[in-house]
T-cell receptor, first 115, second 111 residues
Framework: DAGVIQSPRHEVTEMGQEVTLRCKPI?????LFWYRQTMMRGLELLIY????????DSGMPEDRFSAKMPNASFSTLKIQPSEPRDSAVYFC?????????????FGPGTRLTVL | SQQGEEDPQALSIQEGENATMNCSYK?????LQWYRQNSGRGLVHLIL?????REKHSGRLRVTLDTSKKSSSLLITASRAADTASYFC???????????FGAGTRLAVHP
């Protein structure tokens, strides 16, 4: 398996622009997680889905952030409008209910810089 | 789920030495996991120990779990420069597969 795939790997944008981050989980995994990592705040869980349904979005910092999972193989995290304080590395991870349940597999991350 | 607290925050050792990192948590768990993060990369799962297990090995890794003290330790034996990374513990209390990560232990292994 190719693992969790994220795109783009790097994104540089200007304040006020819309940013869309993409994630393809491992096939057969029914959980998908979005995290944000900064030096100041560490690794924060933003939102996670089970069977394409958002379960907990309490970590989403504000209304500028939204996430969707239209099908089992694709999810997006959108920031509109973006701000400099959104600069961070955003990780997507997936896991499954059976087998090695609870183990999360992380993607390589998207490094976002908002100027 | 709950957040684990890793200790120490940073550890610096020479190649060949052993590295020990500790994790404490607050409430009962189903299992506890350890992850590694190399600089600029995503987290990689290392090992999972269940609440009814006391010790588990994987290669040069040894994990112990003391549920009475609500603590776990990760031992890396004969460390290598490639072990330089941040290490995170994630106690899991069941239910949805949600994990909450703490600040981690930054390990530096010098050649």
């Amino acid at each position: 398996d190719a693992g969790v795939i994220q795109s783009p790997r790097h994104e540089v944008t200007e304040m006020g622009q819309e940013v869309t981050l993409r994630c393809k989980p491992i096939s057969g995994h029914d959980y998908l997680f979005w995290y944000r990592q900064t030096m100041m705040r560490g690794l924060e869980l933003l939102i996670y889905f089970n069977n394409n349904v958002p379960i907990d979005d309490s970590g989403m910092p504000e209304d500028r952030f939204s996430a969707k999972m239209p099908n089992a193989s694709f999810s997006t995290l959108k920031i509109q409008p973006s701000e400099p304080r959104d600069s961070a590395v955003y990780f997507c991870a997936s896991s499954r209910t059976s087998g090695d349940a609870d183990t999360q597999y992380f993607g390589p991350g998207t490094r976002l810089t908002v100027l | 789920s709950q957040q684990g607290e890793e200790d120490p925050q940073a550890l610096s050792i020479q190649e060949g030495e052993n590295a020990t990192m500790n994790c404490s948590y607050k409430t009962s768990i189903n299992n506890l996991q350890w992850y590694r993060q190399n600089s600029g990369r995503g987290l990689v799962h290392l090992i999972l120990i269940r609440s009814n297990e006391r010790e588990k090995h994987s290669g040069r890794l040894r994990v112990t779990l003391d549920t009475s003290k609500k603590s776990s330790s990760l031992l890396i034996t004969a460390s290598r420069a490639a072990d330089t990374a941040s290490y995170f513990c994630a106690p899991h209390s069941g239910g949805y597969n949600k994990l909450i990560f703490g600040a981690g232990t930054r390990l530096a292994v010098h050649p």
